[in-house]
């Protein structure tokens, strides 16, 4: 005891020197910009505020959480990982705990933008420092200071976004290359979910990503749906993404490496060929015929899985562009190389070539050309293009303007028609946006306010960034990709044979993805009516996935039941017979016509989901006749069960494991992206794992975050995602857990809106609760924010973020309002240029 008095003792001491001796303490800056240099070193700085407010609980002797700051010292690449753990606590108000002294807002602020730009700077060569750039610790920035009056001494400067690059998502890329051989039927206003032109290319029914050649031509094949899926031409998604959950439209997350290049080059290889030839390409001629009986002598054989199983028809029905001019024309001359070279690059990069661009094309397939003869030539020589910096970087480098007294230029021209475009579209502009582009009319905010309005208007141009964004936001799209045990599966009532589930969630993701156009149309309280909506896009096993999980003793009623059926319809039909034999002594009976057994889902109470035909937007026949249907119906939810999108089994089961539920992570999604909590990251000395105890509910088995250790962080998490217990981890509402009455309490704690904290009763009653929250809407735009301007909000950015909130509150909740609020404002608009992104031009 009298160690640690002195202790206290010698820390109160070396308070008082450093505040009586400090040259340039924080507190006494006459002003604070946000995310201006601190310079100041640790001595002179940071190590008054460690010693003011992180020593008294982590100090030398029995520090909190075993993390002593004694003697942390200045940054350094060892003790990087305890400064990026000290900045998270400081950043989110966590340290000092509340019933300590707190620092002064400036002197927070200053303190964290201190070891945020240490840390960037000792770790530059080391991998750098890109925490505070992710857009899960985009909460790290205070909610209040954004949304509320800052403190006296704050001066916020004008925003801008960074002068930078963004590399295309898979998405973006695959569906700019569909373009060149496949083409999309035009919009259909009766039919507004079908599939149309401009609409990003969906994952086949078994979640892959891919570009097929000719499947619009295909009018035979030989073998069932594995054969077709092997038989048919395809390339998968070449371009990664860095992230399976949340946002993931952030430009430094994306690069182009080398095998990427290789696998374009070989991609590009195909699809200029099939832009040439056609099914010529892929296929013999005498596979191309309107009558499959004219060659049934050629399609002997088992040919299952061979590319010369299908047939294709005559109809031309790809683009024929350019591309196909060079080829299909006697000769090579320089208009036909150059009307092919000027097509194709202005279909990669989505605008037209510059003269010098043209000229160096021009050279480089002629020579290809000449070298390799005219077919093999062209499509080296025009496959270069696939790989210009522009065909997979949108850049937004401001190279040309003059910088406006804050150092900011206004992105013009194709630049800012670009940026337009990309913020809605996923294909090239529309004639009056390149009109505009080309006219001079794409370089004020008015310009862009004419063009964002127009095309949010008008239903035949596809939007598809739009939907993106929302299935970042709210993950409802992961659920087939995660792996469920056969068994666990089993014992949820869902269908566990085979890949019946996945395909289930694989539908679930495009009726949920109807499901927000239909609300996105309406353009009423978006964020409100996707909490709270009793309506369903229901696929054909959706019966099931919305039900009820029955009881042990349900199941065995519901078996018995099957079996007594059974037994009285053998008994029948053997009455049947023995009838038919007395009226036709002598005669052998007829043959029993085969009856397929209809699958009992004895361990689910079906939902009634009935109502009108609906059609959701799923892809053309890509995978054989296991391809996923359009149809869906529009159907109500049952009461009392359901209430939006997050008691969907599509999020639910996003939000799930291989066994269980998992209610932290559903509670962590809440937190983060309903209440604008931010979350540390686990320490990597923390065993973050739940006891194995089969007999144990998840609830009962999650008791080991209650340890003080662990419970300042699982508190904002685990009342938050226990509520979604009244499910199972496939989506089925449930009133048992092993048996026992399942526990759905929860509560909202310290959320930062008093009127939203206390005990809910259910997941239902804390979705009712969150969406009539103001902050709920403000936390939303938050992530709008992040989405269209690709990085985290600042303070400097409050501004546009009151702006943006102001515009979707006073329309009414409307999404276009909100869009157009934020593609006017100056994050996007503007660009701050830096040495390293003018070195890009050159």
């Known amino acids: 005891m009298a160690e640690r008095t002195n202790g206290k003792s010698i820390r109160l001491y070396l308070t008082l020197i450093l505040l009586l001796f400090s040259l340039a303490p924080a507190v006494q800056a006459e002003t604070y910009t946000p995310g201006q240099p601190i310079n100041q070193d640790f001595d002179s700085f940071a190590k008054s505020f460690l010693v003011n407010h992180c020593v008294d609980c982590h100090g030398e002797f029995d520090p909190e959480g075993g993390l002593s700051l004694e003697d942390l010292g200045e940054v350094d690449e060892i003790n990087a990982s305890t400064w990026t753990s000290v900045w998270a606590q400081v950043a989110l108000n966590e340290m000092p705990p509340p019933d300590m002294t707190q620092p002064e807002v400036i002197e927070r602020l200053q303190f964290s933008d201190w070891v945020v730009n240490e840390l960037s700077r000792v770790l530059r060569d080391k991998g750098g ?347 409802y799209d992961q659920g087939g990709y995660i792996c469920k045990d056969t068994k666990a599966l089993a014992d949820t009532g869902a269908d566990s044979r085979g890949v019946n589930h996945y395909r289930a969630m694989f539908d679930a993701t495009a009726s949920t993805d109807r499901l927000i156009e239909m609300i996105l149309q309406e353009d009423k309280d978006v964020l409100k009516q996707l909490l709270t909506t009793d309506k369903v896009v229901a696929a054909e096993r959706d019966n099931i996935y919305f039900g009820r999980q029955r009881s042990k003793e349900e199941r065995t009623e519901s078996i018995a039941a099957e079996r007594k059926a059974a037994a009285e319809a053998a008994k ?71 209430l939006g999108i997050l008691t969907h089994p599509a999020w639910l089961v996003s939000h799930s494991d291989a066994m269980d539920n998992h209610a932290i992570r559903r509670g962590r999604w809440i937190q983060e992206r309903l209440l604008g909590g931010g979350i540390p990251d686990v320490p990597i000395t923390v065993d973050a794992m739940l006891p194995d105890e089969p007999k144990s509910t998840l609830r009962e088995r999650m008791r080991v975050t209650r340890e003080d250790y662990c419970w300042t962080c699982h508190k904002k998490m685990d009342p938050l995602g226990l509520p979604f217990e009244m499910y199972n981890h496939a989506g089925l509402y449930r009133e048992l857990e092993l048996e026992k009455p399942v526990d759905t309490t929860g509560e909202i704690i310290d959320s930062g809106d008093p009127s939203l904290d206390g005990e809910v009763g259910n997941a239902i009653e804390l979705i009712e609760r969150i969406a009539e929250s103001e902050r709920a809407e403000q936390v939303f735009v938050r992530h709008a924010f992040r989405f269209w301007m690709g990085r985290n909000e600042t303070l400097n950015d409050a501004p546009v973020l009151q702006a943006a909130h102001r515009a979707y509150k006073q329309s009414g909740g409307s999404m276009n309002e909100l869009l157009v609020s934020l593609l006017t404002s100056d994050a996007f608009l503007y660009r701050t240029r830096s040495d390293a992104a003018l070195a890009d031009t050159h």
């Not at 034999?581 to 689910?604: F, I, S």
């Not at 009108?612 to 937007?617: E, H, L, M, N, S």
Request: cysteine-free; overall charge neutral; proline content about 7%.
């Open 129 to 475: 420092f890109h925490a505070h750039r992710d857009p899960n610790k985009g909460n790290f920035v205070d909610h209040e200071l954004l949304f509320g009056p800052l403190p006296d001494g704050i001066k916020l400067q004008p925003t801008s976004s960074p002068a930078r690059i963004w590399r295309v998502t898979p998405e973006e890329h695959i569906t700019r290359l569909n373009e060149l051989i496949n083409t999309e039927p035009e919009f259909d206003p009766k039919k507004p979910g079908l599939r149309t032109r401009g609409d990003a290319v969906p994952t086949n029914h078994g979640g892959e990503l891919k570009l097929y050649f000719g499947t619009d031509r295909i009018i035979y094949w030989q073998g069932g749906t594995v054969a077709y899926a092997t038989s048919v031409k395809s390339v998968p998604a070449v371009l990664s993404s860095a992230r399976d959950h949340g946002l993931e439209n952030y430009p430094d997350f994306y690069t182009v490496n080398s095998a990427e290049a290789t696998q374009i080059m070989g991609m590009a290889g195909d699809i200029i060929r099939y832009m040439m030839d056609g099914p010529l390409s892929i296929a013999h001629p005498y596979q191309i015929t309107d009558d499959p009986k004219s060659i049934a002598d050629k399609m002997k054989g088992d040919l299952r899985g061979l590319p010369t199983s299908l047939v294709y028809s005559t109809k031309v029905v790809r683009p024929l562009t350019p591309v196909y001019d060079l080829m299909n024309k006697e000769g090579v001359t320089d208009e036909r190389v150059r009307a092919a070279v000027d097509f194709l690059f202005e279909a990669l990069t989505f605008r037209p070539p510059s003269e010098t661009e043209s000229d160096a094309y021009v050279e480089i397939v002629n020579q290809s050309i000449d070298k390799l003869g005219k077919k093999d030539g062209a499509v080296l020589g025009l496959s270069s293009i696939f790989l210009d910096r522009d065909a997979l970087f949108r850049p937004e480098l401001a190279a040309y303007g003059k910088p406006d007294a804050h150092g900011r230029v206004m992105l013009q021209d194709w630049e800012l028609g670009l940026a337009v475009n990309h913020a809605l579209r996923y294909i090239q502009p529309d004639e009056a946006l390149r009109d505009a582009i080309v006219g001079g009319r794409m370089r004020s905010r008015a310009d862009v306010e004419r063009e964002v309005r127009r095309m949010l208007a008008d239903d035949s141009i596809r939007k598809p960034r739009i939907l993106q964004f929302f299935r970042d936001y709210f993950d």
């Open 572 to 642: 029948q039909a053997a009455a049947e017979l023995e009838a038919w034999k007395q009226a036709n002594p002598g005669k052998k009976p007829p043959a029993k016509k085969p009856t397929r057994r209809t699958y009992v889902h004895h361990g689910v109470e079906q939902a009634d989901l009935s109502g009108p035909t609906i059609y959701a937007r799923v892809g053309r026949r890509s995978f054989g006749r296991g391809s996923m249907e359009p149809e869906r119906t529009l159907a109500t939810a049952p009461e009392g069960q359901r």
